[in-house]
């Protein structure tokens, strides 16, 4: 029997001598092993996985090729520890892969292709997963993307000239935080690179440049939440002033503020505001079919706001307590006449309209389920608040300063 390895769509894989079995992600029950054929210790392996388990960061959660794991392995080995967030290991790893990666490998030194210092590479790298994301690739590119995005970072990348080709041979070959697969497809390693590295394109833009991206994502940040997410820690002050702060505003502004009595009228418009048709799926729980249950709910599109994630989730015990216990298909019927019922498989689906129930119903649940979410917005506006409060202090610093020359003696 012969096994072959490969990319996926490699031109082995055409070949009707082999059958096609996909690679399952590695598992952390395959750490050691995996570790060991690197030529460590299995002491050290399972050290090293003991890091891992250990880490506050997400690190698991990425570890699901061997090539990601050496990664890991590689920063370990050089730092002597699982960086404790998702950023750290980030800022680490591509010094990592550019600087130490070779010394792993007696007498083995690798050149940079693009001719690029490793600072510049990765201003280029910066700019390069930015404008991907701007350019809304996905992790996967093709050869014209590819070339889309490197020409724009080039634009954007300050003294950072060089070869397509070669930039992607470094990324490839070199650092490997890109693979090539097939004849036309270059991707991430991991979307957390690209995302990771893209939010440090913003980090390290001047003020005005971060201002305007923040106001734009402000408006409709659903491709840009994981971006976010870092950017909330290595961007922390313009993060809060810029992005957070403005973000709850609207969405105060477009769905909850627009409506000034608490009526269930005003319940019904803002909840069609944010879930446009929002319907309760009840079906049979019972083998005689007389009582109901809630089977589903919905649809819901993707949110828009950062900080609308979880508000959807936060509908569902109003809706629970709102709803009769127990719920009879008859009473159903009969509270909430002329009900749209559909049929699969032989069973009878009731299409009950949230407005519908808060109208025959009460609202009351719900408004306290409004509460509660704009609590956890003005909690995260303090929050925020408090992050702009502490860097405005430092200012002080400087105006203590001008005192104490003033008043300082003049010499002789």
């Excluded at 050290?47 to 997400?58: F, Y």
């Excluded at 394109?201 to 840009?224: P, T």
């Excluded at 109901?292 to 950062?306: A, C, D, I």
Aim: proline share 4%; with cysteine; hydrophobic share 40%.
């Amino acid at each position: 029997m012969i096994v072959v390895t490969s990319r996926p769509n490699n031109a082995v894989q055409k070949s009707a001598a082999f059958r096609i079995i996909p690679v399952a992600p590695l598992a952390s029950g395959d750490y050691v092993p995996f570790i060991s054929k690197l030529g460590i210790s299995t002491t050290q392996a399972i050290q090293i996985r003991e890091a891992i388990r250990k880490s506050p960061s997400k690190l698991t959660s990425l570890i699901s090729t061997p090539l990601m794991l050496t990664m890991v392995v590689i920063v370990y080995q050089s730092e002597y520890e699982i960086p404790e967030t998702l950023p750290e290991f980030f800022d680490k790893l591509f010094h990592v892969v550019f600087t130490r990666h070779d010394k792993l490998k007696a007498a083995y030194s690798r050149k940079h292709h693009s001719g690029l210092s490793e600072r510049k590479l990765l201003s280029l790298f910066e700019a390069f997963c930015f404008m991907s994301m701007q350019n809304s690739f996905t992790r996967s590119l093709s050869s014209e993307q590819f070339e889309r995005a490197f020409n724009d970072a080039t634009e954007y990348a300050e003294d950072c000239k060089c070869e397509s080709d070669n930039f992607k041979l470094d990324l490839t070959k070199v650092a490997c935080l890109m693979i090539e697969e097939g004849l036309d497809t270059t991707t991430f390693l991991h979307k957390s690179i690209m995302e990771y590295y893209a939010a440090s394109f913003i980090k390290h833009s001047a003020d005005e440049v971060a201002a305007l991206f923040y106001a734009e994502v402000a408006e409709d940040s659903r491709y840009w939440w994981e971006v976010l997410a870092f950017l909330r820690e290595i961007d922390s002050f313009r993060y809060c002033k810029n992005f957070a702060i403005p973000e709850s505003k609207i969405i105060k502004s477009n769905y909850f503020e627009v409506e000034n009595q608490r009526t269930n009228k005003s319940l019904v418009n803002i909840l069609a505001k944010c879930y446009p048709g929002l319907c309760l799926n009840l079906t049979p729980s019972d083998e005689e079919k007389q009582l109901l249950k809630v089977s589903s709910y919905g649809p819901f599109r993707q949110e828009k706001y950062l900080g609308m994630i979880n508000f959807s989730t936060m509908l569902l015990d109003p809706i629970e307590k709102t709803i009769p216990d127990p719920l009879t298909s008859s009473a159903v019927r009969e509270l909430f006449e002329g009900l749209n019922i559909k049929e699969k498989s032989g069973t009878k689906i009731y299409e009950l309209p949230v407005s519908l129930l808060i109208m025959k119903l009460g609202g009351e649940h719900f408004w306290k389920a409004i509460d509660a979410f704009l609590s956890k917005l003005d909690k995260q506006s303090e929050e925020a608040l408090k992050v702009i409060e502490q860097q405005e202090k430092r200012k002080a610093i400087f105006s203590k300063k001008q005192v104490i020359k003033k008043w300082a003696p003049k010499g002789p």
